[in-house]
């Protein structure tokens, strides 16, 4: 009995690692085709973003929502019911979050650009490098991919601190400061990295006064949620200086129109929320969702259970 849909954008190699659960699993590219099947689903995996309130409101069976994403704030207007579970994926894009992280920091920290232009210009140029050796840095939200994150700076010799509003010891933080001390916190960092899940009481955490209590060299980082950060306070920061660079893989609009000012944005790094994207995205996830498939049916607790609110 066909009781499940995979509802992704291009769900071709996720639906092939999802083999064995063929039998009772359709594929959708779009909410136009699950409409059809959606009265008789009881388990939907999908992104957050794929998902429509007109979907949900045809599906009287749905007891479980599966996610292909660590944040399901993007179900909170879908008018889910109270008694449909969710499961969100949580750790699993530790380590492509990991890698773009230090990809923005090296291309922002060695002027990657100018060294390009540099190149094409035959022109050669020599100056003391920038390094991630010795620097402080700062993690606001400290789940999976912050302790991937902060074990991997570890490597570089890099001071991990984090900012958490109920964790207090973590591997490979040095030291982990309640929410209370953001802006303290802040004042001590090289490099500011926003992992931030986003809720009504972080919206915004990131504006003028915080960007004022960065020091001027400071490189920030937020591949979060784009609402945590006032995007407006953030620029004028930019333009006037008060902090040295910038690089954002998440937006408070997206896709980032066109005409936004972020692009053009001075010592601005911008990438189209790729975070969670990576050529190993279906090695990752396919045991998870597996274990998560038999877990619901044999009625065992869930992995990354959790609430919407």
């Known amino acids: 009995m066909m009781d499940s849909i995979l509802l992704i954008p291009s769900p071709g190699g996720l639906a092939a690692g999802l083999e064995p659960l063929k039998a009772r699993m359709r ?3 779009s909410v136009e085709d699950a409409l059809p099947h959606a009265a008789e689903v009881r388990a939907l995996i999908a992104l957050p973003h794929s998902m429509t309130r007109e979907l949900v409101q045809v599906m009287p069976k749905l007891e479980w929502i599966q996610t292909l994403s660590a944040g399901v704030d993007p179900l909170l207007p879908l008018g889910i019911p109270e008694r449909v579970r969710i499961s969100n994926a949580a750790g699993l894009h530790a380590p492509q979050m990991s890698e773009l992280v230090f990809f923005q920091l090296l291309t922002m920290l060695r002027d990657t650009r100018a060294i390009f232009a540099r190149q094409a210009a035959h ?10 050796w010795g620097k402080k840095l700062l ?4 789940g999976q991919i912050a302790v991937a994150l902060a074990k991997r700076a570890q ?5 991990v601190t984090g900012v958490s509003g109920g964790r207090t010891k ?3 933080f040095d030291r982990i400061r ?3 001390e953001l802006h303290a916190a802040l004042a001590e960092a090289d490099f500011v990295v926003v992992l931030t899940p986003y809720t009504p009481a972080t919206h ?4 003028e006064a915080a960007f004022a209590a960065m020091r001027p060299h400071v490189l920030f980082i937020n591949v979060g949620r784009g609402k945590v950060v006032k995007q407006a306070d953030l620029l004028a920061a930019l333009v006037e200086g008060r902090i040295a660079g910038a690089a954002l893989d998440v937006f408070e609009t997206e896709p980032l129109p066109a ?3 972020v692009w053009d944005a001075p010592n601005m790094l911008v990438t189209p929320h790729i975070g969670g994207f990576s050529d190993s995205f279906v090695r990752q996830v396919t045991p998870f969702l597996l274990q998560n498939f038999a877990n619901w049916d044999a009625g065992r607790p869930l992995l990354n259970e959790v609430r919407l609110s």
């Open 204 to 207: 915004e955490m990131f504006d």
């Open 259 to 261: 005409d936004s000012p």
């Open 27 to 29: 594929v959708a590219g």
């Open 123 to 132: 022109q050669w140029k020599v100056e003391p490098q920038r390094l991630l």
């Open 139 to 142: 993690i606001t939200g400290v």
């Open 170 to 172: 973590a591997e490979g």
């Open 155 to 159: 490597a570089f010799d890099m001071e």
């Open 178 to 180: 309640p929410t209370s």
